[in-house]
């Protein structure tokens, strides 16, 4: 009786905490999620297509990843940045609506749809355990929407200069800048060719100040489609300065990596680190935890942390479809006489080394 009363009472209580979850969502996080979710539909087909468009680019120019802009002419590529400007205009307008918390990491299903259309259009092997990494990227995303905090209040684009003015926000910007002009003028022309970390690096750091100016901007347009006018303000006109340049940014070095490398590592590589940073931004800038918790932000870094073990075993899984391959018969090596290096077998007089034997005089009798 005791233990039944116990179950009964636990499934009480895990029923009220999801119920307190789903109702604690305010109509602007919904509307938020449901973009998001959009968004990751539209990106992640969106990488399939470009990288489509840069293969036949490179077949008839020079290649995007040695600085080739030949990919401009191509009309795959062309569908593609389309797809994915679509994608982008959802994800900005989930910005206006909610917390880049609860945005940022939904793109996780992007890393699953391009994963899955690259196994399938570009025959980059998916294994069992990449599927496995697709499910943690879902639950992952799950518990974070779940447990995200409420939207900030803002009245006006002047509020979130302010935000972005702050000492905190500023030596984090300054940070980010600083480490992505060394990135581009001191290690990719040295090792851009053979480190993913470092297109992807630049892409991130400079996606990450892109997103909060985004959000900065979103929330000015909703504001002024609801009667407060916020394009006569200056800082909505900065803000759209820097998303300008830093979408261009993004722009170029995300085509060079995905020429340069497979799909299935470039995209799983960009999440976890374009989602670490505009988090860390978000925080600092937007100051999201000030609003929750300890036990709603340990809950949401647990979510997090499942999403970057699902896009590991996402990595990993390319590294495995690459080492494992297949195994000749050992009598088809026999009958070649050669080994699985390519190393002459023992026979026919010959040893290991292809070293001749000294054959045995059977010409003679004993």
């Known amino acids: ?7 009964a009472s636990a499934s009480a209580s895990i029923s009220q905490s999801l119920r307190d979850a789903y109702n604690g969502m305010s109509s602007d996080n919904i509307k938020g999620l449901v973009l998001a979710l959009s968004s990751s539909l539209f990106i992640g087909a969106s990488f399939i297509i470009k990288k489509k468009g840069l ?9 995007a990843g040695v600085g080739g802009y030949s990919y401009l002419y191509e009309p795959l590529w062309w569908a593609g940045m389309i ?6 205009i959802a994800n900005f307008a989930a910005y206006a609506f909610a917390p880049a918390i609860l945005v940022t990491p939904l793109g ?8 899955v259309l690259a196994h399938i259009i570009l025959r980059e092997k998916l294994h069992i355990f990449g599927i496995l990494g697709c499910a943690l990227c879902v639950v992952g995303s799950i518990t974070i929407v779940l447990h995200a905090p409420q939207e900030r209040q803002i009245e006006s684009v002047k509020e979130v200069w302010d935000l972005a003015t702050e000492p ?14 060394t990135i581009v003028f001191c290690y990719i022309p040295k090792y851009g060719q053979t480190h993913v970390m470092c297109y992807i690096g630049v892409c991130s750091l400079v996606g990450s100040l892109s997103v909060m100016s985004v959000k900065a901007i979103g929330i000015a347009l909703k504001l002024t489609l609801s009667g407060m006018n916020q394009l006569i303000y200056p800082q909505t006109w900065a803000f759209t300065l820097v998303v300008v340049v830093c979408v261009l940014t993004q722009m170029n070095y995300l085509n060079m990596a995905l020429d340069t490398f497979n799909t299935a590592v470039v995209s799983p590589i960009y999440y976890v680190m374009f989602t670490s940073l505009t988090i860390l931004a978000s925080v600092i800038m937007f100051k999201d935890w000030d609003r929750q918790n300890p036990t709603q932000i340990v809950t949401e870094m647990c979510g997090f942390v ?4 699902g896009t590991f075993l996402l990595h990993k899984t390319k590294d495995m479809a690459e080492c494992n391959t297949p195994r ?28 001749p034997l000294k054959r045995q005089d059977t010409s003679r009798s004993p």
Request: some cysteine; charged content about 15%.
């Open 306 to 309: 499942t999403i970057l073990s």
């Open 55 to 63: 293969k036949r680019a490179a077949a008839s120019g020079t290649r």
């Open 108 to 115: 996780a299903l992007s890393i699953i749809i391009s994963a």
């Open 1 to 7: 009786m005791a233990s039944g009363a116990a179950s």
């Open 83 to 88: 797809t994915m400007i679509v994608g982008e």
């Open 168 to 181: 905190g926000f500023l030596c984090y910007a300054s940070v980010v800048v600083i480490a992505a002009l």
């Open 328 to 355: 000749l018969p050992k009598h088809g090596d026999e009958e070649d006489g050669f080994g699985q290096e390519g190393i002459p077998l023992k026979q026919d007089g010959f040893g290991q080394e292809g070293i």
